[in-house]
């Protein structure tokens, strides 16, 4: 799957629809953005997920 694919399934999601609705839609146009951070988070599966360290 390409990243726009992706990108649109993210954008269409309930919690980005959530953000939306509170105003934050500058937060959404930044974390869909290919390669816009230099740092990922390294998440431990698990329910819910966590995350437990940045990588750089």
Known sequence: ???GEVRER???CDG???LRRLG????LAL???LDS???APVVVP???PRAVRLKI
């Open 46 to 48: 698990g329910n819910p």
């Open 1 to 3: 799957m390409a990243f």
């Open 24 to 27: 934050q839609s500058d937060d």
């Open 16 to 18: 980005a629809r959530r």
């Open 31 to 33: 974390c869909t953005e």
């Open 10 to 12: 993210l954008l269409d």
């Open 37 to 39: 951070q230099t740092l």
